[in-house]
């Protein structure tokens, strides 16, 4: 953009003042794509000197025809980004993908049957959904899917299953996912019990900032299972977990008084 030395320049995002007959050009352009277009268009206007410095455009054709497009719609509507929020719109669109095998979409799907939102709740629809989407390898799918085994949401308890999906989203490092599979081997629920790998999980998980993991970690610390014992390290980690979980607040508390007495 070439910009003449003598041009007014807007003082607040630098892009040369628009004359009136411009403005009204690009209106009257903008009408026209209103009625091609799902125009969403954020326009922030100077007062008294129409410098339009922040535009966006999302064109329903061709962008809502592919999976990804649809996908990305739906999340704005169930996010609340730019539109109203509106569950039973984003169910829409991700129904719209998730039809063309768009994993992400299966996923985000499955969520709202879970949920209940922008459809009725049920739990067997969103396992089938979580499935799909796991067996395209998406890690939060996979977890979603462990997570139904294990509480028994729309499915049978099954702690091997759980076990099973909790491992394929652990290796990805998805960190709840590590919590989870951590949980398992320490209370040998569908696996043989193995503290130590437990510990393992959950220092990568906390390494992470999962919070429960940090807490557990700590617990393990504190009482060496294992790990060596470690209080200064345990309580470094109940620390980290104290602003969210309430035993991580305790256990902090217990250690310090004890420290204190000693």
Same mark, same amino acid.
């Given at each position: 953009?070439?910009?003449?030395?003598?041009?007014?320049?807007?003082?607040?995002?630098?892009?040369?003042?628009?004359?009136?007959?411009?403005?009204?050009?690009?209106?009257?352009?903008?009408?026209?794509?209103?009625?091609?277009?799902?125009?969403?268009?954020?326009?922030?206007?100077?007062?008294?000197?129409?410098?339009?410095?922040?535009?966006?455009?999302?064109?329903?054709?061709?962008?809502?025809?592919?999976?990804?497009?649809?996908?990305?719609? %739906?999340?704005?509507?169930?996010?609340?980004?730019?539109? /109203?929020?509106?569950?039973?719109?984003?169910?829409?669109?991700?129904?719209?993908?998730?039809?063309?095998?768009?994993?992400?979409?299966?996923?985000?799907?499955?969520?709202?049957?879970?949920?209940?939102? +922008?459809?009725?709740?049920?739990?067997?629809?969103?396992?089938?959904?979580?499935?799909?989407?796991?067996?395209?390898?998406?890690?939060?799918?996979?977890?979603?899917?462990?997570?139904?085994?294990?509480? +028994?949401?729309?499915?049978?308890?099954?702690?091997?299953?759980?076990?099973?999906?909790?491992?394929?989203?652990?290796?990805?490092?998805?960190?709840?996912?590590?919590?989870?599979?951590?949980?398992?081997?320490?209370?040998?629920?569908?696996? /043989?019990?193995?503290?130590?790998?437990?510990?393992?999980?959950?220092? /990568?998980?906390?390494?992470?900032?999962?919070?429960?993991?940090?807490?557990?970690?700590?617990?393990?610390?504190?009482?060496?299972?294992?790990?060596?014992?470690?209080?200064?390290?345990?309580?470094?980690?109940?620390?980290?977990?104290? %602003?969210?979980?309430?035993?991580?607040?305790?256990?902090?508390?217990?250690?310090?008084? /004890?420290?204190?007495?000693?």
């Amino acid at each position: 953009m070439v910009i003449s030395e003598s041009a007014e320049v807007c003082p607040q995002c630098g892009y040369p003042i628009r004359k009136k007959a411009l403005r009204r050009k690009i209106l009257k352009f903008l009408n026209f794509l209103w009625g091609l277009s799902f125009v969403y268009l954020i326009v922030n206007v100077t007062v008294g000197q129409g410098c339009f410095y922040r535009f966006c455009t999302v064109s329903q054709k061709g962008v809502l025809d592919t999976p990804e497009g649809q996908y990305n719609c %739906g999340l704005q509507f169930y996010n609340g980004n730019g539109v /109203k929020q509106d569950y039973s719109q984003a169910v829409k669109y991700f129904k719209q993908a998730a039809e063309q095998g768009f994993p992400d979409a299966q996923y985000m799907l499955g969520v709202c049957y879970c949920e209940g939102r +922008g459809v009725n709740k049920d739990h067997a629809e969103a396992v089938n959904c979580f499935r799909q989407a796991a067996a395209k390898g998406n890690a939060d799918a996979q977890f979603a899917l462990g997570r139904c085994y294990y509480l +028994g949401l729309g499915v049978q308890i099954d702690y091997g299953e759980a076990v099973k999906y909790f491992r394929q989203a652990a290796v990805k490092d998805l960190p709840e996912a590590q919590y989870m599979l951590g949980v398992c081997y320490y209370n040998g629920w569908g696996i /043989k019990q193995d503290r130590a790998e437990a510990a393992n999980l959950w220092t /990568k998980a906390a390494a992470q900032g999962e919070v429960y993991s940090c807490y557990m970690l700590g617990f393990c610390y504190e009482k060496g299972i294992g790990v060596p014992q470690d209080t200064a390290k345990a309580i470094e980690l109940y620390r980290n977990a104290a %602003g969210t979980v309430p035993e991580a607040q305790a256990a902090l508390k217990r250690l310090s008084e /004890k420290i204190f007495y000693e």
